[in-house]
């Protein structure tokens, strides 16, 4: 496995995360590695988006460890990318992560806003004769369905970080249920009738059944056939899942091949 030297403490701002946010991003390099070594002679341009970028460099909240966060990741993947295109919405952290996307990548797209607006001016940036990577990692229900329905004008594979337990599960009755403009509504997209769905399905089936409405409005609006899945959970409690989507069965087939090794060293072997 490609693997980067840690990143050390450069005097810029480094947020504080969970610990579990080391587990996504093993798996986010791994595939990273995958993708660009796979496709590095097979398109004209190899473009990386992150639309929930934070600030580059993070500190696991148990371990006080320092670690790379996803845009730094793909300024040092072994077979560069064309371009990134990062977008964060705090001040802050975008302050952070220009600093030190700078000295990483050349010429990057950095924008500081609101992703679900932000994206138009992405897309536009991305020529016909390219692949794109997306890694969509809100802090909550903050992706808009819509917002995949732009980004499915260019070539994409997803990588979507879903907070089925940390957020839709934990605040749907309470939060969402009564409000038809909610984060869930927002993010499920146009007839999705998750209330139903919920209302009447067992607590244990709860996060399957709503994984899978999800992934049918994806199939069913946005052109993509091909999904895999990664659960990530702490001290075996679920937390939320990643959702691999692909328009060509390749993007699952690397998925499947990267994640049969776990962050604990224990491997997997897929079924056909």
């Not at 790379?68 to 993947?77: E, K, N």
């Not at 869930?184 to 007839?191: T, Y």
């Amino acid at each position: 496995m490609f693997q980067l030297p840690p990143p050390k403490d450069d005097g810029l701002y480094i947020p504080t995360v969970g610990q579990h946010s080391k587990a996504k991003h093993y798996f986010l390099t791994r595939y990273i590695d995958a993708f660009t070594t796979a496709m590095k002679d097979k398109w004209g341009e190899l473009h990386y988006i992150d639309l929930f970028a934070g600030a580059g460099i993070e500190k696991l909240r148990d371990s006080k460890e320092l670690n790379w966060g996803s845009p730094m990741i793909a300024a040092q993947a072994r077979f560069p990318f064309n371009r990134l295109h990062l977008c964060e919405k705090s001040k802050r952290k975008f302050d952070a992560l220009k600093s030190r996307i700078q000295e990483k990548h050349p010429n990057p797209q950095v924008l500081h806003g609101d992703a679900n607006i932000g994206i138009h001016e992405i897309v536009s940036d991305i020529g016909q004769n390219s692949l794109s990577l997306a890694f969509l990692d809100p802090y909550g229900l903050h992706l808009a369905y819509e917002t995949l329905r732009s980004l499915s004008a260019v070539r994409t594979d997803l990588i979507i970080f879903f907070p089925d337990h940390l957020d839709a599960l934990r605040n749907w009755e309470h939060n969402y249920l009564d409000n038809p403009n909610s984060n869930l509504d927002r993010c499920l997209g146009p007839g999705a009738d998750w209330r139903s769905l919920l209302d009447k399905t067992p607590a244990e089936y709860r996060a399957e059944r709503l994984r899978n409405l999800y992934v049918s409005q994806l199939k069913a609006h946005s052109g993509y056939s091909y999904f895999e899945y990664e659960r990530i959970s702490h001290k075996k409690h679920p937390l939320y899942i990643l959702i691999l989507c692909g328009r060509h069965k390749l993007a699952a087939e690397l998925w499947r091949k990267i994640a049969e090794k776990k962050p604990d060293g224990q491997r997997t072997f897929p079924f056909d």
